[in-house]
């Protein structure tokens, strides 16, 4: 191109930005004040990445809807970070001496925001409602550890008398569970617990989320829900502690992705991110330091190797898999998040003890050639291109990138990545049909045996699509169990188990990074994402 | 001509089951369903949801009821005075939604598609007065700079898509200076960013179109005569050339309304705008098949009737054309 030209054209892009420029001055002369422009004492504006199906804590599924469900209302007990559930709706509770029975007792001040008490029947009213086929609940299984809670889920059981929940008096709500759960209280304090007012469900009907007809026993009252814009809640003057609430109103504004996210961050209209995109975490780390925050969360990302696959059903070749990538690589090199190079399954904060790291990289490369050499494959001749399937998103593109690059370096074996839709993804790793998954492991609550009876044979979560019933019979041992000691050993028994089969390679524990203004203050956040919006308070000044 | 429509409307009847049918099978076809999650439900849940949704009857059943619910079994129109509720007005019932259990597909429709359609018409406004100005201009100033300016500003607005132009316009009016929001859909100032960039692609297919349209017509015999008889320049430019000369911006009309409306995902995303195009993109990675067959339905109706617009449209301003 002649160079007169490259001018001219530059010549022509500066007069269209220029008229650009011009067409929007001519708009903005009529710009009206905007709310969101000045500083609102004592509002706090979330960013809100999920559009919520419903406020309903019964059918709800994701953290995203219980964000805005947690300000509404609260359960018995609620999650904190790095400790046990504390007191909400419940001031105390007694434990029998089998384990077998929690007696929650309420607090005298509990009050919906009608006015109305927040009774014990209110709770068993809405355990049944969860529990009845009819509601469909997604997230009922939390509540499998009280005695024949499923039996009445799957319809078998029609007489809720039945089922471990009794109120003996307005105040006092007995929980029967069927064996000991160490977890238990983990498992009260998660989203599903959360109370309904039934009568209100009965008189609203499917539309008792909306505002006007929302009724909560939490903090704040659903003032304005505009669907795919924003929610705002304002203080609830009812709340038990209403004293402790120092905000006003808490919006939480519909932002689709971590880019706009990013762009109402830097233009001033929300307070806090959920996350900050991959490439702006060093930028930001450099030029606002006091507003980046990092958090680690229980959540464990993994490969899935298909073991009913050749060559994928040779546990040499899954070894020499998993000791061929360098995580400390991956996490410092292309993440840039603060992640957690994993060896293990169990997030840091659910397993108490770990297996020590292997030392040295090096000698792990070499450990994994000769494994391939063994399983027939030296050099990774002959070894069939596989398929590394991924849900579309950037994050674990430039993961699984990097790991075809360390498996071609180390093993000398090509691989292909596949970029699926994220549901189509789930749906091939779940029929078997695919080579190696990347998945993400979030647990519901933070209990150990969960997370490891996703990969017992008849779990569909099984996605490595293994079996074996020595380790089936730990976990299922580790779950029995009524004493800590002896839970810890049979998890230590089964998650070295896996991790010898290596039907999967962990990868690391991920983190949240995300951006908060410096004058909000009292932010509380589990690893599960459960929130807990008492205490907050901000400091225009 | 209400023949012609008559005829029109009747024959889109089977487009529209064909769209219906391929649409809802499709759906069920493809990997993965609405309860399709990373962390699986167990087998009761699973149960549970199928029979509340009725996905446990056989397909042809549900093929069946939901066509039912489609037809419509009313006629009034009056009702849509008050909102755009088409079970109030045809009881053509979309269902609820598989997403959003406490609302139905109508009550989305209704709450949506007035916002696109907002967002549509000011952008196809930006882009009939700029696109129309600019064309006309570099026609009656052919070979001038002033030629030369409209000619590439129009092929810079075709060559820098929508989602670089939003977010470079947010990045200097919006953080730099700002005079706007960077994001947001509620007051009157929020329309301008995304209606300018939305608009200034269209605003320069229509500019080129117009010149080419304007510069050919500018040639015929008709507008020699209306130049002897002494029509002044700019009676010969409203009146005479644009009437011809806009012929091919009117047949562009149709694809481009269709493409505002069903296109606006991209900015409705940018700009955070609560529209049906961004429901609509959702719904399919939602696997919220009744939202899917809503929005589709919909969709197509609007298209047709686009479509029929502009025949009726090119009819009237060519009378070369008949009725046919």
């Known amino acids: ?541 | 001509m209400l023949r012609f429509i008559g005829r029109r409307l009747l024959e889109s009847i089977p487009v529209m089951l064909i769209i219906i049918t391929g649409t809802f099978f499709m759906q069920r076809f493809v990997p993965g369903g609405p309860f399709t999650a990373e962390k699986a439900v167990t087998p009761e849940v699973q149960r549970n949801l199928e029979a509340y949704y009725h996905l446990n009857d056989p397909l042809w059943k549900q093929y069946r009821d939901y066509l039912w619910d489609l037809t419509p079994k009313r006629f009034h129109p009056q009702a849509l005075a008050s909102g755009l509720d088409l079970k109030a007005a045809f009881g053509i019932d979309f269902r609820p939604s598989f997403k959003y259990p406490n609302r139905t597909v109508n009550e989305i429709i209704a709450d949506k598609l007035p916002v696109s359609l907002e967002l549509g018409a000011w952008s196809l406004a930006v882009a009939l007065v700029f696109g129309l100005t600019l064309g006309i201009l570099a026609a009656i100033r052919r070979n001038t700079w002033i030629d030369y300016m409209c000619s590439s500003l129009a092929m810079v607005g075709i060559c820098v898509p929508t989602f670089v132009l939003g977010p470079l316009l947010v990045l200097a009016l919006a953080i730099h200076l700002g005079w706007f929001n960077a994001s947001g859909w509620y007051s009157p100032i929020d329309r301008v960013l995304p209606c300018a960039t939305l608009g200034s692609v269209y605003a320069a297919y229509i500019a080129r179109l117009t010149r080419g349209g304007v510069l050919e017509v500018l040639n015929q015999d008709y507008i020699r005569t209306a130049r002897a008889k002494g029509a002044s320049e700019t009676r010969i430019i409203l009146k005479h050339a644009l009437r011809g000369g806009l012929l091919p911006v009117v047949s562009f009309l149709g694809p481009a309304v269709a493409g505002i409306l069903t296109g606006s995902f991209v900015i409705e995303t940018i700009f955070q705008i609560p529209g049906l195009g961004r429901e609509f993109v959702n719904s399919a990675f939602n696997r919220d098949y009744t939202l899917v067959l809503g929005t589709v339905i919909l969709y197509a109706g609007l298209i047709v009737i686009c479509n029929l617009a502009v025949d009726v449209v090119q009819v009237w301003l060519n009378p070369k054309l008949k009725f046919e």
Not at chain 1, 431 to 454: C, M, N
Request: hydrophobic share 40%.
């Open chain 1, 1 to 541: 191109m002649p160079p007169g030209r490259d001018k001219l054209n530059l010549r022509r892009s500066g007069a269209h930005l220029g008229l650009m420029v011009l067409l929007l001055l001519a708009g903005a002369c009529s710009r009206p004040e905007s709310d969101r422009f000045a500083p609102v004492p004592n509002v706090l504006r979330i960013s809100q990445r999920n559009e919520p199906s419903d406020l309903d804590p019964a059918t709800a599924a994701l953290p995203d809807e219980f964000f805005i469900i947690r300000a509404l209302s609260e359960g018995l007990v609620v999650p904190v970070r790095g400790a046990d559930p504390q007191p909400a709706a419940a001031a105390s509770w007694d434990i029998s001496a089998d384990g077998l029975r929690y007696t929650f007792h309420l607090r005298p001040d509990g009050v919906w925001s009608n006015g109305e008490a927040v009774t014990a029947q209110d709770f068993v009213d809405s355990f049944r409602r969860v529990l009845s086929p009819a509601t469909a609940a997604r997230k009922a299984e939390l509540f499998f550890s009280v005695k024949n809670a499923r039996a009445f889920l799957s319809g078998n059981l029609k007489d809720f008398n039945a089922v471990g929940f009794h109120a003996t008096d307005a105040r006092t709500l007995i929980v029967t569970l069927d064996r000991p759960s160490l977890g238990f209280l983990r498992y009260a304090a998660s989203g599903p617990w959360i109370p309904v007012n039934p009568r209100v469900v009965q008189r609203e009907g499917r539309t008792w989320t909306s505002p006007g007809s929302y009724v909560g026993n939490g903090p704040y009252l659903l003032q304005e829900w505009l669907p795919g814009q924003r929610i705002i809640v304002r203080k609830n003057p009812l709340y038990r502690q209403a004293a402790a609430i120092h905000l006003q109103e808490i919006r939480f504004i519909r932002l689709d992705d971590g880019e706009s996210e990013d762009r109402s961050y830097r233009a001033g209209e929300i307070d806090l991110t959920m996350g900050v995109p991959e490439d702006k975490l060093r930028v930001y780390a450099k030029d606002r330091p006091n507003e980046l925050h990092r958090a680690a969360l229980l959540e464990t990302r993994y490969l899935a190797f298909n073991t009913q696959r050749e060559p994928l059903n040779d546990s040499r070749v899954r070894q020499a898999l998993s000791l061929a990538l360098d995580r400390q690589r991956l996490v410092h090199d292309v993440l840039h998040g603060g992640q957690i190079p994993a060896r293990w399954i169990l997030p840091g904060a659910t397993s108490n003890e770990h297996p020590a790291l292997p030392s040295g990289y090096d000698r792990e490369q070499e450990q994994a050639r000769a494994l391939l050499r063994a399983a027939g494959f030296p050099n990774g001749q002959n070894f069939p291109r596989l398929e590394l399937s991924e849900p579309v998103s950037w994050q674990s593109t430039l993961v699984l990138e990097a790991i075809q690059a360390m498996w071609k370096q180390t093993l000398g074996i090509e691989m292909a990545i596949a970029v699926r839709e994220a549901r189509v993804h789930v749906a091939a790793l779940r029929s078997g049909r695919y080579d190696i998954g990347f998945i993400t492991l979030i647990p519901d609550v933070d209990d150990p045996v969960a997370v490891l009876r996703d990969f017992t044979t008849a779990s569909p979560n099984n996605y490595p699509h293994w079996s074996d019933r020595n380790y089936d019979a730990l976990v299922e041992q580790a779950g029995q169990s009524g004493d800590p000691g002896a839970q810890r050993h049979f998890l230590r028994e089964a998650q070295a188990r896996l991790l010898d089969a290596q039907p999967l390679a962990p990868l690391y524990f991920n983190t949240q990074n995300w951006l908060m203004r410096p004058y909000v203050h009292g932010w509380q956040q589990d690893a599960l994402w459960n929130r807990y919006y008492p205490g907050l308070w901000l400091d225009k000044r």
